[in-house]
């Protein structure tokens, strides 16, 4: 008996060890599989140290054997990278700056669906609260992507790991504005292709009820700007404005071009004198241009905390108001062309053309064919359009057998079928 104590302590010892290998190997692939972050992988590390001094001693050789772990290609099982920036603390608060404002730039988004019920005028679809729901639900889902799961690549630390908040809202607005430095991108396969889905549906949603609510803002300030603008004509009044036929109206376009004025302005000054940016007066502008402008060469980023939260809030406004500048300047030009036609052609020759066509008797118009001409001088009516009209008249009008049609007539062969 005393013979056989030896080789069935190594037994056990060797049973044990195939054990703590498994459960080792298990481990690690867990954590590897979750992506988790240092703390966890170090946890992991700390708990199985010991069976893996066990493992070298009796099975070590065995390990060449067995099967590897998952590609570094698709996930990593290096512990997450340590490397962040300085932000600034508050007193007495257990979050930064920085992380403050990034949450307002998170809340600012959230409460889109808000704003829209706000300014709408009518009531609100279920579509727009469909919409509604979807991008906030998309939103906290990318916040938790960002700075829980997925990792992430820099040019500003090395190795990967997920994002701060900071960072989470400055990658989200190159998204959302379409600027893609790419000084920050997805570390690995799935994470790339996560982020892509993402940034498919976050410009959809974007682009359908903020842009719905950037148009209501647009609406009302117009309305606002042109509030000494001259309303209804009176009845003393010709039916058209001829002074204005020739003139161009250059005032919306000078709006536009000074708010992104501005915008680029206050670009270029935090750029250039915040501390750590460290960014030439030519350095700012370049950066501050091409920002505003979606392209994102890349060339130039932010550096600090402080810079990523500045410029996610800057490129959103930024990109909009140079949106609005080019939309009213080839709008400006249109109308500069239409101008420029009209200076070249025969004005009262095709308005003498216009009332000749009326047809009247006598060289006169009675109500009716004057409600023609003036939907034609003003409106832009066309004449055939009108005819289709009259003719349709003159049916419904032989049908029911007067020279009026009923009103009950128009509902049934008019009206929409529900």
Not at 66 to 82: A, K, N, V
Not at 116 to 128: F, I, N
Not at 183 to 208: E, H, K, M
Request: with cysteine; glycine share 8%.
């Amino acid at each position: 008996r005393n013979a056989l104590e030896p080789p069935l302590a190594d037994m056990k010892h060797a049973l044990f060890a195939r054990v703590a290998l498994i459960s080792a190997i298990g481990c690690f692939r867990v954590a590897a599989h979750l992506d988790l972050n240092e703390k966890h992988v170090a946890q992991f590390r700390g708990d199985v140290a010991w069976p893996r001094a066990l493992i070298a001693g009796r099975v070590g050789s065995k390990l060449q054997h067995s099967q590897p772990l998952e590609s570094p290609g698709w996930t990593s099982t290096e512990p997450d990278s340590t490397e962040y920036n300085p932000e600034t603390p508050i007193d007495g608060f257990p979050y930064t700056v920085e992380q403050v404002v990034a949450a307002l730039y998170c809340i600012m988004l959230a409460s889109t669906p808000l704003l829209l019920a706000a300014l709408a005028d009518k009531e609100l679809t279920r579509a727009h609260m469909l919409e509604s729901v979807a991008l906030t639900a998309w939103l906290g889902s990318v916040l938790f992507l960002f700075t829980w799961v997925l990792k992430f690549q820099s040019a500003h630390w090395s190795g990967y790991r997920p994002l701060t908040l900071p960072e989470a809202v400055y990658l989200l607005s190159q998204v959302l504005t379409t600027v893609g430095y790419g000084d920050i991108t997805p570390a690995f396969p799935r994470g790339q292709v996560w982020v892509g889905f993402n940034v498919i549906l976050g410009l959809c949603l974007y682009a359908s009820i903020v842009c719905e609510v950037l148009g209501m803002v647009h609406e009302r300030l117009a309305k606002a700007f042109a509030g000494d603008s001259p309303g209804m004509r009176g009845a003393g009044q010709p039916l058209k404005d001829w002074s204005t036929e020739l003139q161009i109206t250059y005032r919306p376009l000078f709006q536009s071009a000074a708010w992104f004025a501005a915008t680029a302005t206050v670009g270029v000054l935090f750029w250039h004198l915040y501390p750590g940016e460290d960014k030439t007066w030519f350095q700012a502008i370049y950066f501050s241009i091409i920002t505003l402008s979606t392209v994102g060469f890349g060339a130039f980023t932010a550096t600090t905390e402080a810079g990523k939260v500045f410029g996610a809030f800057w490129m959103l406004f930024g990109v909009s108001t140079l949106g609005a500048l080019i939309s009213t300047f080839i709008q400006t030009m249109v109308e500069a062309k239409a101008v420029e036609r009209r200076r070249t052609s025969n004005i009262k020759g095709e308005f003498e053309e216009l009332v000749a066509k009326m047809g009247g008797r006598d060289d006169a118009l009675d109500k009716a064919e004057f409600m023609k001409f003036a939907l034609m001088l003003t409106k832009g009516a066309d004449p055939e359009d009108l005819q289709i009209v009259e003719r349709r008249f003159a049916e419904l009008a032989r049908t029911c057998g007067e020279k009026a049609v009923r009103q009950t007539t128009i509902v049934d062969v008019e009206g929409p079928s529900l």
